[in-house]
């Protein structure tokens, strides 16, 4: 197990001409990270949980707007997606961190708390491209990052959206009232 920071993660990935990310949850700082430093013309798949009433919407629009930069960009969806999985042609890293701020951070330091992910060895590489495949019949296919855009705008918004469980939220949590200490008679 080692601490990967996102510059390390992303250098890992650069150069391949293919990459495949599995990860629930993603973060707009994560995918401008992606595009800054893979080539344009890679071939570039990404697994999301992407469900409605756990996302925001506007925020999920800038991240799929963000990935239209890739010309051979394919996105996938499962409701249920909990893989998190970074794979190149040479390299590879399975573990429990999303592609968040929390679950790659920018920078290492003492007060990090890093989920952390295992670097793979060849081997582990080839079964986890195989994994990928034989899961392929279970992820919804969205296309493009323009079919996936017009897609998660059809859908329904008006759940509560929940954050990703390692992201801050936006606002303190609601309190929910304290029992009364009236007697019921």
Same mark, same amino acid.
């Given at each position: 197990?080692?601490?990967?920071?996102?510059?390390?993660?992303?250098?890992?990935?650069?150069?391949?001409?293919?990459?495949?990310?599995?990860?629930?949850?993603?973060?707009?700082?994560?995918?401008?990270?992606?595009?800054?430093?893979?080539?344009?013309?890679?071939?570039?798949?990404?697994?999301?949980?992407?469900?409605?009433?756990?996302?925001?919407? /506007? !925020?999920?629009?800038? *991240?799929?707007?963000? +990935? =239209?930069?890739? #010309?051979?960009?394919?996105?996938?969806?499962?409701?249920?997606?909990?893989?998190?999985?970074?794979?190149?042609?040479?390299?590879?890293?399975?573990?429990?961190?999303?592609?968040?701020?929390?679950?790659?951070?920018?920078?290492? /330091? !003492?007060?990090?708390? *890093?989920?952390?992910? +295992? =670097?793979?060895? #060849?081997?582990?590489?080839?079964?986890?491209?195989?994994?990928?495949?034989?899961?392929?019949?279970?992820?919804?296919?969205?296309?493009?990052?323009?079919?996936?855009?017009?897609?998660?705008?059809?859908?329904?918004?008006?759940?509560?959206?929940?954050?990703?469980?390692?992201?801050?939220?936006?606002?303190?949590?609601?309190?929910?009232?304290?029992?009364?200490?009236?007697?019921?008679?």
């Amino acid at each position: 197990m080692f601490e990967p920071t996102l510059e390390h993660l992303v250098q890992q990935l650069t150069g391949s001409p293919r990459v495949f990310i599995s990860a629930p949850w993603i973060a707009l700082t994560r995918v401008d990270s992606l595009v800054r430093h893979l080539r344009v013309d890679c071939d570039i798949e990404i697994w999301l949980r992407l469900n409605p009433s756990e996302a925001s919407r /506007d !925020e999920m629009v800038h *991240i799929l707007e963000a +990935l =239209a930069h890739f #010309k051979n960009l394919k996105l996938g969806r499962n409701k249920n997606l909990h893989w998190k999985a970074y794979l190149s042609d040479q390299k590879g890293f399975v573990g429990s961190a999303n592609f968040t701020q929390r679950g790659v951070p920018d920078a290492v /330091d !003492e007060n990090s708390s *890093i989920e952390g992910l +295992l =670097a793979l060895t #060849k081997c582990q590489l080839e079964q986890c491209w195989a994994f990928r495949r034989a899961l392929s019949s279970k992820i919804q296919a969205l296309g493009s990052a323009r079919e996936a855009k017009a897609w998660w705008l059809r859908q329904d918004h008006t759940a509560i959206v929940r954050r990703a469980p390692d992201e801050p939220p936006d606002q303190p949590e609601p309190q929910l009232p304290k029992p009364s200490d009236r007697r019921i008679r």
